[in-house]
Every structure is written in C-alpha cells, then in structure tokens.
C-alpha cells in the first residue's frame, strides 16, 4: 500500500492549504486514516484522524481551523487547512491502517506516506 501526499507549500500567515493523501487501495478499506506533523526539533503530533464511518477527531491545536475529509470515491484522505500559523510550519504525512478502529494518536498506523512540507511565515 503506498500513500502518497501533495498540496504542501509556503503561505503566509491567514492562509489556507489542501493537503491530499492518494492512497494505492480503497481508502473506504481502512478503519481509521490521520494526519500527523512533525517540526523541527519536535516530537510528531497527531493533527486528526477519521475512520471508515465518517467519524472525525481534530487536535485541540487545529480545531476550528483545520478539517479531516475523505473520499473514497478518489482514494484520497484530504486536510483543509485555514487560518494558518506560523506554529503549523510542519512536514504533515498522512496514515492509515486497516485492522485498527482509530484510537486517536495512539493507533498502530500500518501504513505512512512520505510527507509534505508545510510552511507559514
């Protein structure tokens, strides 16, 4: 399974960014999906996951700002982003897994893609 993200890039502070997770198999296939980030010198965060009914979860850090979507129609996990600060400067990848409901943070993800840069100046 590859997942591969786009839609990063640099935005000033206020802005908005769509980041697109493409996955290579039905995205309605796994149980739970996320977004992390992860910025310099930092430890990786969860941003927000969403399962296979819908059901979605934002960190407190984002929330109001930030929206985990789907569809399964493309195969692709999406993250609009609005209002951006320069603390959300990150490289974002996204996650999925298959065997586990979504735990928040802490699910067994079995699957990464290789990240987009993310940064607000």
């Known amino acids: 399974v590859q997942l591969v993200e786009s839609g990063g890039g640099s935005v000033q502070a206020g802005g908005s960014l769509r980041l697109s997770c493409a996955a290579s198999k039905y995205t309605a296939s796994f149980r739970c999906m996320a977004w992390f980030r992860q910025a310099p010198g930092k430890e990786r965060e969860g941003v927000a996951t969403?399962?296979?009914?819908?059901?979605?979860r934002h960190a407190d850090s984002v929330k109001g700002r930030v929206t985990i979507s789907k569809a399964n129609s493309e195969n692709t996990l999406y993250l609009q982003m609005n209002s951006l600060k320069p603390e959300d400067t990150a490289m974002y990848y996204c996650?999925?897994?298959?065997?586990?409901?979504?735990?928040?943070?802490?699910?067994?993800?079995?699957?990464w893609g290789q990240g987009t840069q993310v940064t607000v100046s």
């Open positions: 969403i399962d296979s009914y819908g059901r979605t």
């Open positions: 996650a999925a897994d298959s065997l586990y409901w979504c735990r928040g943070w802490t699910t067994p993800f079995q699957y």
